[in-house]
Structure formats: structure tokens, C-alpha cells
């Protein structure tokens, strides 16, 4: 009875036209059947994946600890760029510092001239008298 | 698209003897399956491996049932054939 139970369902199996129940049920008792499908359901028996009893739990686990290093890692970027807005806001300021305003340049700039120029002393035009490979003689006139 | 390779596993077997035999199974059934058309090589493991139903397969495959069906069928008739050469060649 169940043998040709078997063997009708392997000829429907064959024809791609069994449920995954009567698939299961030709798995299950394919010992001392046809060589074929004593083969093929060991095969399959050892390669079928199983979904894990804890795979929820597996999961959710997992989940937590990606949602915390990605909280840990958002903290270190956050902290490492206020750190560098930090620092670049106190550079620009002190760079600030030194720039001069354009008032003050001027006045050092009068400074300067000021310190070129003469004291008032009359300018003294210099022209050479003679000149010769050893020496120079200059003429002044005030 | 298939998302179980076949993979190899330690099997609890009896003796060392079934092991061995299993094993070379294994080998041959893989090597079978691999020559066989992707189509064909997809659906018999999308159905026997990892347990679909036709209407989950069609929806991954984006095939119709009865088009599942033909393919489905003519990869076990083939696995069939050769794995009986396999098993009456032993025999002889």
C-alpha cells in the first residue's frame, strides 16, 4: 500500500507536480525505494537549510549591537569635528589679531617715509669730478 | 537569486564506510546539478533545497507556475537518469 503510494507520488514528483508536503513525505520515506530518490532526499536532507530556533533573538542581538557602535562612532565623529571646528575657530580669531587695519598701516607706512627722508637738512647733489680704476672723486654743489 | 549554495557538510553517518559513500554522493549530485541549465539548476534548488512554493519561486524567477512546473520536472527526470547510470555502472 504505501510502496505504491510511493511510487505514484514519485511519478508525480517527477512531473513537478507534488505539494512540499507529499515532497517531504517521499523524502521521509525513501529508504529502500528507488536509488534515485534514496540518493536525492539524503542529499537534500543534509543540504536543506534549517532555519535556527533562536534566529529571532540571533537577530534582534545583533541588531543592538550594530545600533550601538553606530552610536559609539557617531559620538567619535561628533566630538572629532567639534574639536576641529574648535581649533579652526581659535586660528582664524588670532590670525584676525595680527591683520592690521588699513588706518593703522598708513601710519606706519608715514613712519616709515618719515625715517627715509632727510631732517630737513638741505639735499647735496653729488657729481663725480674724476674717476679712474682706483679711485673716485665727487663734486658736490649746494 | 538562489539563496542556498550547496554547501558541503560532516554528516553523522554510521560508519566511516557511509561517509565515504556519502561524500562521493554528494560530489556527483553537486556536479550534476551544476551541469544542468541555470533556470532549471535555480528552480530545483529554490523548490528541493530550500523549500519554496511554486507561487514563491514564480515571484523571485518572475516565471509562470506551469513554465516552474516544465522546468522543475525536466531537471529531476534528468537527475534521476543519471544518477540511475550512476547507481546500475556500481552495480555492474
Given at each position: ?57 540571533t537577530l534582534w542581538e545583533s541588531f543592538q549591537t550594530k ?70 672723486v665727487y663734486a658736490t654743489v649746494e | 537569486m538562489v539563496d ?89
Amino acid at each position: 500500500m504505501k510502496e505504491s503510494k510511493i511510487e505514484s507520488l514519485l511519478e508525480k514528483y517527477k512531473e513537478g507536480k507534488t505539494t512540499l508536503k507529499e515532497e517531504q513525505f517521499l523524502f521521509d520515506n525513501s529508504k529502500n525505494s528507488e536509488p534515485f530518490l534514496e540518493g536525492w532526499s539524503t542529499f537534500v536532507k543534509n543540504n536543506k537549510i534549517v532555519i535556527p530556533k533562536d534566529l529571532n533573538d540571533t537577530l534582534w542581538e545583533s541588531f543592538q549591537t550594530k545600533k550601538s557602535k553606530k552610536q559609539k562612532m557617531h559620538f567619535v565623529i561628533m566630538s572629532a569635528a567639534a574639536s576641529a571646528l574648535l581649533l579652526i575657530s581659535l586660528f582664524s580669531t588670532n590670525l584676525d589679531q595680527k591683520k592690521l587695519n588699513y588706518s593703522e598701516k598708513e601710519t606706519l607706512l608715514n613712519q616709515a617715509i618719515d625715517m627715509m627722508t632727510n631732517d630737513g637738512q638741505p639735499q647735496i647733489l653729488k657729481s663725480i669730478f674724476y674717476e679712474d680704476e682706483m679711485i673716485i672723486v665727487y663734486a658736490t654743489v649746494e | 537569486m538562489v539563496d542556498s549554495p550547496i554547501q558541503h557538510k560532516h554528516l553523522k553517518s554510521e560508519n566511516g564506510q557511509e561517509q565515504l559513500e556519502w561524500k562521493e554522493l554528494n560530489v556527483i549530485i553537486k556536479k550534476i546539478i551544476k551541469s544542468f541549465p541555470k533556470q532549471q539548476r535555480e528552480i530545483i534548488v529554490m523548490r528541493d533545497l530550500d523549500g519554496y512554493e511554486f507561487i514563491e519561486i514564480a515571484a523571485v524567477t518572475q516565471l509562470k507556475i506551469e513554465h516552474i512546473r516544465v522546468l522543475l520536472s525536466r531537471a529531476r527526470k534528468q537527475l534521476s537518469i543519471k544518477l540511475e547510470k550512476i547507481y546500475s555502472h556500481e552495480r555492474k
